[in-house]
């Protein structure tokens, strides 16, 4: 079966850089989207950045804009998520998911669109 399993998180101070890893097997993912999203206790899931495997096409959501990168290595079925420049407010659970499926060029945004989750990692920047 699909397996994510994240890694890459812990405390940091603001203005640094941590690099979170999501190991995947079980399947061939050439043909998936990759997503990574973040949680706060209380509040929804939120979209963090995409990547259709295949095409190496991305999103990231304007929060994270210019400061995040996902990205992935073919070799080692391992997508990452860059992230400098870190702030308090991108503390969080972080999730790597997968999605099947998807129509070409397309990367969802809504966590139902994703079939397969991770355990999450969890992030905390401190000030």
């Known amino acids: 079966q699909v397996q994510l399993v994240e890694s890459g998180g812990g405390l940091v101070q603001a203005g640094g850089s941590l690099r979170l890893s999501c190991a995947a097997s079980g399947r061939t993912f050439s043909s998936y989207v990759m997503g990574w999203f973040r949680q706060v206790s209380g509040k929804e899931r939120e979209f963090v950045a995409g990547i259709r495997w295949r095409s190496g096409i991305t999103t990231h959501a304007d929060s994270v804009k210019g400061r995040f990168t996902i990205s992935r290595d073919n070799a080692k079925n391992t997508v990452y998520l860059q992230m400098n420049t870190l702030k308090p407010e991108d503390t969080a659970v972080y999730y790597c998911?997968?999605?099947?499926?998807?129509?070409?060029?397309?990367?969802?945004?809504?966590?139902?669109?994703?079939?397969?989750w991770g355990q999450g990692t969890q992030v905390t920047v401190s000030s």
């Open positions: 998911a997968a999605a099947s499926g998807v129509m070409v060029s397309q990367i969802p945004t809504a966590p139902t669109n994703y079939a397969y």
